[in-house]
């Protein structure tokens, strides 16, 4: 798949992108791995979010984004289209008070909450730290990190035994580029944390898990890379390509269904042949 250069204005928007990503909308196929699951999804409008195929599986969303409604309508559209009930819930994820509004609203909405995917992530080149706005910093770290502490911490209180969290983590946790410095930095935190979480939670037998996606064509890519470095994106990588969101979907399924009883602590890599300490 070769990528062209392009750009656009973040937060970005699926049908501007060149080649369309694939999440999975012709080709997934579920087998009721996750059915009557209740799951509450963050950037669940495009990308990694619209593809991890929950609804296919057999459960229920609330899926929270900041303000792309046309993507979050597509995502809920193919929810419905399954007979899955679809929520959406827009806002920002940096105000510690909508990240306990999205755990009230699935309790409420759903009945419970048997699944998080903390998987909003917001990231911006920079070439150097001085070149960092203060603001930006703090942005980064309250969307990709401080964002899943409030909604982990409003949402255990809710789930029962056999339970899952998920956090979105990154190759670059373990190998950081220079350019993205804050979205590293945010990166390592939930890898971090998941691991004191998978410990913590174990007695009360919630389990916590975390993927490390490698590059991935997604919106956020073009929104936050200069164009040069959005040609040929994931070229440099052993498979030689950027995946494509529907690869990601099995191991988010994986993680949150049943049978990964066993599985908690975990720092799962979907990186296209690049291995992760």
Known sequence: MQIPAQTQPWPGATAAMDPQPDH??????????????????????????????????????????????????????????????????????????????????TVEELGGIDV???????????EQITDIPDEEWDFTLATNLSAMFHLVKAAVPHMQPGSSIIGSTSVNS????????????????????IGSLSQSLAPRGIRANSVAPGPIWTPLIPATMPEEMVEDFGGDYPVGRAGQPAELAPTYVMLAADES???????????????IL
């Open 261 to 275: 009883s066993y599985v908690s602590g975990a720092r799962v890599a979907v990186t296209g042949g690049q291995p």
């Open 24 to 105: 999975g909308e012709q080709s997934y196929r579920g087998s009721g791995r996750l059915e009557g699951k209740r799951v509450l999804l963050t950037g669940g409008d495009s990308g990694i979010g619209r593809a991890v195929a929950y609804a296919r599986e057999g459960a229920d969303l609330v899926i929270s984004y900041y303000d792309e409604h046309d993507d979050a309508e597509q995502t809920a559209r193919w929810v419905r289209e399954v007979g899955r009930k679809a929520v959406l819930v827009p806002g920002d994820l940096t105000d510690p008070e909508h990240c306990r509004e999205l755990v009230r609203r």
């Open 174 to 193: 373990d190998m950081p580029p220079q350019q993205l410095l804050a979205y590293n930095a945010t990166k390592a935190g939930i890898a971090n944390m």
């Open 116 to 126: 998080l995917v903390s998987n909003a992530a917001f990231q911006m080149v920079r």
